[in-house]
């Protein structure tokens, strides 16, 4: 019997955690249609770009992406083939129309809210095929849905590539109610949404009966979670964590993103009892200046910020911090950048990502008038950036001497060598066998190398 050969879908996937999850959920979506995924871009049927609107940048790469798929869909017509091109996420939530008359090419732009209806605006494109190119209109789905997206979705397979293997990504919450003013996620996401409980149990259990033992929970405000349990009552991260401590082979908890405003007790409390949950905690402040804070409707204070980085560690004494610094945000002067250094050096982050602020159309800062000259920006970045760096490096040594837990994750680089990941999300490398990959193992860090930590596994203390 003829097999029909299956059609080949490469995603792009630019910008954060969420759209590397999403990314899979396409993937598994499309499967059952005949989708099986592809590396290589060329040899690809359909490629579907998953954006990211954060930053300006973000978009443009976007559109020169698209400049070369048309090269790739011009070559493959000319030969007889095609190519279908699909934009998704936070790009395609905000630019929609302005997608398909810039880039005529593309067969469908949809938002993130849409990635179940994914098939039928597939189908749909496919019918669009066959009409001719001046009269071909692309498939664009930016509404929000009255369904519950994950509900429509396929259940998460770990065969389709979700996180590294023995770690994997689950996204809890969705959308932001913050409106900090220089973000565009409250609109191109959505208000917060949170999946209810059962849901995310059942995810997580089927993840580690595939054999993962790290899951990271994501979303955009990922400690506002408040799913609802079976008899309606919200619950909140803190609660759900100790739910998905009990799930057999799951070893290690993590989560990402989390406002501070949302760090609330129970939160804090499971950090204290539960060693499931990893002693590494992003916690974005954005700026240690009350004046920008304000202006950015981040609706908390240095100090406030402060107090609640204390309590952490009185619960988890060892809690390892990292942060999203923004430079240069509209009025910012000389004398509030220092106190964004000072509060750096007052927290002492083991990693921190930092940005030059970008204005978003759309977004209260926009409208702000006293904006910053770049090379302000990029000089106030640099030299925050050597602050974090430094204390990255003081991190890394601080360890050194100590038995770490490690998640023995893959192959090294060097023959002999494996890597994982230590509780504090440091990469580790040592050697031994591949044997070792799959279990947390107790390895004694001797030494730092560029971003990582060198270690050497604990010889078993004879009797
Ligand atoms: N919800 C998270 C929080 O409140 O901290 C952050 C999510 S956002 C997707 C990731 C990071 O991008 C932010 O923490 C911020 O530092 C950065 N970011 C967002 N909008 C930005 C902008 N307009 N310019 C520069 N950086 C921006
Ligand atoms: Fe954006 Fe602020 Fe919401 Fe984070 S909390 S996603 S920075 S609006």
Known sequence: MNQIAPKKLFIKTYGCQMNVYDSDRMADALAPHGYAPTQDMAEADLVLLNTCHIREKASEKVFSELGRLKELQNEKRASGGDLMIGVAGCVAQAEGEEIARRAPMVDMVFGPQAYHRLPDMLAKAEGN??????????????????????????????????????????????????FCSFCVVPYTRGAEVSRPVAQVVEEARRLADAGVKEITLLGQNVNAYHGEDASGRAVGLGELAYLLAEIPGLERLRYTTSHPRDMDDALIAAH????????????????????????????????????????IKDARPDMAFSGDFIVGFPGETDADFEDTLKIIRDVGYSSAYSFKYSTRPGTPGANLTEQIDEAVKVERLARLQELVNKQTTDFHASCVGRTLPVLIERVGRMPGQVGGRSPYLQAVHLEGSTDLIGAIHEVDIIGTSTNSLVGRLRQAVAA
């Open 129 to 178: 095929r066959h009409m001719h190119p001046a009269l071909r209109r692309a498939v664009v789905d930016t509404d929000f849905p009255e369904e519950d997206k994950f509900a429509n979705l396929p259940a998460a397979k770990k065969d389709v590539t979700i996180g590294r293997g023995l770690t994997a990504f689950l996204t809890v919450q969705e959308g932001c109610d913050k």
């Open 272 to 311: 204290r009892d539960l060693d499931f949950l990893m002693p590494y905690l992003h916690l974005p402040v954005q700026s240690g200046s009350d004046r920008i804070l304000k202006a950015m409707n981040r609706k908390h204070t240095a100090a406030e910020y402060m107090r609640l980085i204390e309590r």
